[in-house]
């Protein structure tokens, strides 16, 4: 019985065994997250290779094979780089588009297409991208896919040969050439070429000559099979070492505009000039001026070539109102003041007659600057005088290209303006009654008001701050005034500290405008100790600021005032 007792209960502990884990295994299975992201289906689809200027069709899908909603999605389809899209009718400046779906249920899909004109070079890959933003059912995760596409450009309708020349020394003559066919099976209509020249590429023909300004031509129609050539000339200065680019846009009539359609660009290195030409202003090529300076320039001249450069000239202009040109002392240069400049040349200056290899020289002139800012000047730019100076041969080498070898320098020196701060006290002051005594008097208030003015012929001033502090005895009344819009007088106890913080001093004020004013009232009670003195009102007061242009900066202290300096009544504040 015992036996059988036990196997019966042996029997039900096993059947139990196998139910729990058959319980578990369903938990297990069911109760798990109803969620993947392998099912929300993010695909892009596009050519992987096209001529350039195709119109290029993607189709983006987005689909839910997953168990749960999708919701608040937000999707975001970047073109590629250059790309030209056109949406009714004009052509889209942002290269990419950002959408919103509120739910896609399981089972659902969306599609999108997208219509965009390929620019570039051949072998160029163009990269199309799709970003998805979303939730899924309860969950509050935001999940993020993305997928992407490439593209190749593997031939061009319209072959663009560009030539620049490898290395050219500054100053010297350069030729761009243009050479384009159309290869497509058709005409061509509407096309403009328009070039970006380098900085530094001083414009002087082209052949044909440009449809309008001088970098564009226009080609009403490309015959199959037909081409054409651009030739462009003109002079580039610039760094050794420097890598100068050129580039050419071909643009397409669409939709009435015309749109970048291919495009092709080729760089030529500044090499070891031939000729050098540097300028010093006080011997130095970062000086800070003042008015009234002197300023004393050193134009340095070299031949880096292997030839001997002859009959050489050399020019510098002077732009500047600010230079004082009746002090102006050439060294034997002649100027010429229908247009602002000095020369030299061999009557002159020996060596450029005939400047050999490795030769150096340097020639000298002075100037002074003006006084004073006029009201003609400030205001109106910051303030700065420049010289350019250009050295320069008609007679070529032979060997070198060009009609010309030439080197240019500019030299800016910036001005610093100091404004003008006035310190004036009056006992009878119009904006505050008057109180009190005067001459002062042992043992009796008396009060004064004390006014801060300030000009600004010049630049821009920075962090601009007037202080000044009250002697002992000299009462702070916190009456004050100031120019409307501009910051209070404030008064700091803990050191008798007078302190207006202006911030920016704008150039023109008080030359094309009001000046800024500040005025504080203060107050004494003269001692008996103090009878028969003049009594200091306030010491020690400064404008400190920094010049926003040059960066120098600015202290202007002032002498301190007394009862004696009042500017309605003055000399009467001997104490009584």
């Not at 997928?147 to 663009?160: A, D, G, Q, Y």
């Not at 669409?254 to 030409?277: C, F, H, Q, S, W």
């Given at each position: 019985?015992?036996?059988?007792?036990?196997?019966?209960?042996?029997?039900?502990?096993?059947?139990?065994?196998?139910?729990?884990?058959?319980?578990?295994?369903?938990?297990?299975?069911?109760?798990?997250?109803?969620?993947?992201?392998?099912?929300?289906?993010?695909?892009?689809?596009?050519?992987?290779?096209?001529?350039?200027?195709?119109?290029?069709?993607?189709?983006?899908?987005?689909?839910?094979?997953?168990?749960?909603?999708?919701?608040?999605?937000?999707?975001?389809?970047?073109?590629?780089?250059?790309?030209?899209?056109?949406?009714?009718?004009?052509?889209?400046?942002?290269?990419?588009?950002?959408?919103?779906?509120?739910?896609?249920?399981?089972?659902?899909?969306?599609?999108?297409?997208?219509?965009?004109?390929?620019?570039?070079?051949?072998?160029?890959?163009?990269?199309?991208?799709?970003?998805?933003?979303?939730?899924?059912?309860?969950?509050?995760?935001?999940?993020?896919?993305?997928?992407?596409?490439?593209?190749?450009?593997?031939?061009?309708?319209?072959?663009?040969?560009?030539?620049?020349?490898?290395?050219?020394?500054?100053?010297?003559?350069?030729?761009?050439?243009?050479?384009?066919?159309?290869?497509?099976?058709?005409?061509?209509?509407?096309?403009?070429?328009?070039?970006?020249?380098?900085?530094?590429?001083?414009?002087?023909k082209g052949i044909p000559s440009p449809?309008?300004?001088?970098?564009?031509?226009?080609?009403?129609?490309?015959?199959?099979?037909?081409?054409?050539?651009?030739?462009?000339?003109?002079?580039?200065?610039?760094?050794?070492?420097?890598?100068?680019?050129?580039?050419?846009?071909?643009?397409?009539?669409?939709?009435?505009?015309?749109?970048?359609?291919?495009?092709?660009?080729?760089?030529?290195?500044?090499?070891?000039?031939?000729?050098?030409?540097?300028?010093?202003?006080?011997?130095?090529?970062?000086?800070?001026?003042?008015?009234?300076?002197?300023?004393?320039?050193?134009?340095?001249?070299?031949?880096?070539?292997?030839?001997?450069?002859i009959g050489l000239n050399l020019v510098?202009?002077?732009?500047?109102?600010?230079?004082?040109?009746?002090?102006?002392?050439?060294?034997?240069?002649?100027?010429?003041?229908?247009?602002?400049?000095?020369?030299?040349?061999?009557?002159?200056?020996?060596?450029?007659?005939?400047?050999?290899?490795?030769?150096?020289?340097?020639?000298?002139?002075?100037?002074?600057?003006?006084?004073?800012?006029?009201?003609?000047?400030?205001?109106?730019?910051?303030?700065?005088?420049?010289?350019?100076?250009?050295?320069?041969?008609?007679?070529?080498?032979?060997?070198?290209?060009?009609?010309?070898?030439?080197?240019?320098?500019?030299?800016?020196?910036?001005?610093?303006?100091?404004?003008?701060?006035?310190?004036?006290?009056?006992?009878?002051?119009?904006?505050?009654?008057?109180?009190?005594?005067?001459?002062?008097?042992?043992?009796?208030?008396?009060?004064?008001?004390?006014?801060?003015?300030?000009?600004?012929?010049?630049?821009?001033?920075?962090?601009?701050?007037?202080?000044?502090?009250?002697?002992?005895?000299?009462?702070?009344?916190?009456?004050?005034?100031?120019?409307?819009?501009?910051?209070?007088?404030?008064?700091?106890?803990?050191?008798?500290?007078?302190?207006?913080?202006?911030?920016?001093?704008?150039?023109?004020?008080?030359?094309?405008?009001?000046?800024?004013?500040?005025?504080?009232?203060?107050?004494?009670?003269?001692?008996?100790?103090?009878?028969?003195?003049?009594?200091?009102?306030?010491?020690?007061?400064?404008?400190?600021?920094?010049?926003?242009?040059?960066?120098?900066?600015?202290?202007?202290?002032?002498?301190?005032?007394?009862?004696?300096?009042?500017?309605?009544?003055?000399?009467?504040?001997?104490?009584?």
């Open positions: 019985m015992s036996i059988l007792y036990n196997k019966g209960l042996l029997k039900w502990l096993v059947l139990l065994a196998l139910l729990l884990l058959i319980v578990s295994f369903v938990s297990f299975w069911f109760g798990r997250p109803s969620f993947s992201e392998a099912g929300v289906v993010l695909k892009l689809d596009g050519p992987s290779q096209v001529s350039v200027g195709d119109e290029v069709t993607y189709k983006l899908t987005i689909g839910n094979d997953s168990r749960v909603d999708l919701n608040e999605i937000r999707i975001k389809f970047s073109y590629p780089d250059d790309s030209v899209v056109i949406k009714d009718g004009s052509v889209v400046s942002d290269l990419s588009q950002k959408f919103e779906i509120d739910k896609l249920s399981p089972g659902q899909k969306n599609e999108m297409e997208f219509k965009a004109f390929l620019v570039g070079d051949r072998g160029n890959i163009k990269t199309t991208k799709a970003e998805l933003n979303f939730k899924a059912g309860d969950l509050r995760t935001q999940f993020e896919k993305e997928t992407s596409i490439s593209t190749t450009i593997t031939s061009l309708p319209v072959s663009l040969t560009l030539v620049a020349p490898p290395n050219a020394a500054p100053g010297q003559a350069v030729n761009y050439i243009l050479d384009y066919r159309n290869e497509s099976g058709s005409d061509i209509a509407d096309l403009l070429f328009e070039f970006d020249y380098p900085d530094g590429f001083a414009f002087q449809s309008r300004g001088n970098s564009s031509w226009t080609v009403p129609v490309l015959k199959k099979n037909a081409g054409g050539r651009i030739n462009i000339q003109g002079a580039l200065t610039g760094r050794e070492g420097e890598a100068k680019k050129i580039s050419v846009v071909l643009k397409r009539k669409i939709a009435d505009r015309y749109v970048n359609y291919e495009k092709a660009e080729v760089a030529t290195d500044v090499a070891n000039p031939l000729l050098g030409v540097d300028m010093l202003v006080n011997d130095s090529t970062a000086y800070s001026a003042f008015p009234g300076d002197d300023l004393n320039y050193t134009v340095k001249y070299s031949n880096a070539s292997n030839f001997n450069l510098v202009k002077l732009d500047g109102q600010m230079y004082d040109l009746s002090s102006l002392d050439t060294k034997g240069g002649y100027y010429d003041s229908s247009n602002g400049t000095i020369l030299w040349n061999a009557s002159t200056v020996p060596d450029f007659a005939n400047l050999p290899t490795n030769k150096k020289g340097e020639v000298l002139f002075r100037i002074k600057l003006k006084n004073e800012v006029f009201s003609g000047i400030s205001g109106s730019n910051n303030l700065f005088v420049q010289t350019t100076a250009t050295l320069s041969t008609p007679n070529v080498p032979s060997g070198v290209g060009g009609d010309e070898i030439s080197a240019q320098n500019s030299l800016t020196t910036k001005i610093t303006t100091q404004p003008t701060f006035r310190q004036l006290i009056y006992h009878n002051d119009p904006a505050f009654s008057s109180s009190g005594p005067l001459p002062p008097e042992v043992g009796k208030d008396t009060s004064f008001t004390i006014h801060w003015q300030l000009t600004n012929p010049g630049n821009d001033m920075n962090s601009v701050r007037l202080t000044g502090v009250l002697p002992p005895g000299v009462t702070w009344e916190n009456a004050t005034g100031v120019t409307v819009g501009q910051p209070e007088v404030t008064f700091n106890p803990d050191t008798s500290e007078v302190v207006w913080n202006l911030g920016v001093l704008p150039r023109g004020i008080g030359v094309v405008g009001d000046k800024y004013e500040a005025s504080f009232r203060v107050r004494i009670k003269p001692s008996s100790n103090q009878k028969g003195t003049v009594i200091t009102l306030i010491k020690n007061s400064k404008l400190t600021a920094t010049d926003s242009f040059t960066k120098q900066n600015i202290i202007l202290p002032l002498g301190d005032m007394t009862t004696d300096d009042l500017t309605d009544r003055p000399s009467e504040g001997t104490v009584k």
